[in-house]
Nanobody, 125 residues
Framework: QVQLVESGGGLVQAGGSLRLSCAAS????????MGWFRQTPGKEREFVAAISWRGTSTVYADSVKGRFTISRDNAKSTVYLQMNSLKPEDTAVYYC??????????????????WGQGTQVTVSS
């Protein structure tokens, strides 16, 4: 089992920045690809970014490319999402996810088998 706990969400003005963290415990974090997803009420969970087990490969949704950066620190069992130039449409609950079966990150929701509880990000205009 893997437990994931997100933190760092909050309220920020448009154009501002936030850094989300996801602390993992349990099985070997460094073996897993990790991802960030987000969800707003009434909509499906949406892919944001993913990172490979060593952090050498990343993939982003077009909507956040150039503004968000995913990274990881395997020594701390933590993955981060640096969010810059935030827009009101970035408002959502952000979820961290772990894929124990692959080493490269994916945008596919079904590939991830562990999820955190989510952290709210609200961007005001």
């Amino acid at each position: 089992q893997v437990q994931l706990v997100e933190s760092g969400g909050g309220l920020v003005q448009a154009g501002g920045s936030l850094r989300l963290s996801c602390a993992a415990s349990g099985r070997t974090f460094s073996n897993y690809a990790m991802g960030w997803f987000r969800q707003t009420p009434g909509k499906e969970r949406e892919f944001v970014a993913a990172i490979s087990w060593r952090g050498t490969s990343t993939v982003y949704a077009d909507s956040v490319k150039g503004r968000f950066t995913i990274s990881r620190d395997n020594a701390k069992s933590t993955v981060y999402l640096q969010m810059n130039s935030l827009k009101p449409e970035d408002t959502a609950v952000y979820y961290c996810a772990a894929d124990s079966n692959h080493v490269y990150g994916s945008s596919s929701y079904g590939q991830y088998d562990y999820w955190g509880q989510g952290t709210q990000v609200t961007v005001s205009s």
